[in-house]
């Protein structure tokens, strides 16, 4: 069961901010929210749609919402890091392919 919790700076105490279960999973690795409009916004994954979408925390009214993502465009298998970022008056999700090469060690004697 996925929730969520919001720390009362006035009281020092955790409270629920929403009812049910939250049927979404943080996506990316090193991924940072984002602030528009006195909301969060992250990258996440649906678990009720199977797909990538942007899950918006409205900061005043405490309500969670997501927001489609263009043709789904996500690879979900793969789970690379998707930044999202504030570019002008919208957001952005950062696309990119990351090419990983081998590295070799090369062993050295050591008299």
């Given amino acids: 069961m996925h929730r969520a919790e919001l720390f009362v700076l006035s009281t020092g105490s955790w409270r629920s901010v929403c009812s049910g279960d939250l049927c979404y999973e943080h996506y990316g690795f090193d991924s940072l929210p984002v602030f528009v409009n006195w909301a969060a916004h992250w990258v996440a994954f649906d678990l009720r749609k199977d797909c990538v979408c942007i899950?918006?925390?409205?900061?005043?009214?405490?309500?969670?919402?997501?927001?489609?993502?263009?043709?789904?465009?996500?690879?979900?298998?793969?789970?690379?890091?998707?930044?999202?970022?504030?570019?002008?008056?919208?957001?952005?999700?950062?696309?990119?392919?990351?090419?990983?090469?081998?590295?070799?060690?090369?062993?050295?004697?050591h008299v």
Avoid: C, M, W
């Fill in 55 to 109: 899950l918006a925390f409205d900061i005043v009214g405490e309500v969670f919402r997501d927001i489609s993502l263009p043709n789904h465009q996500i690879d979900v298998i793969l789970r690379t890091d998707v930044p999202i970022i504030v570019l002008g008056k919208s957001l952005a999700v950062i696309l990119y392919e990351a090419v990983f090469t081998s590295v070799k060690t090369i062993g050295t004697n």
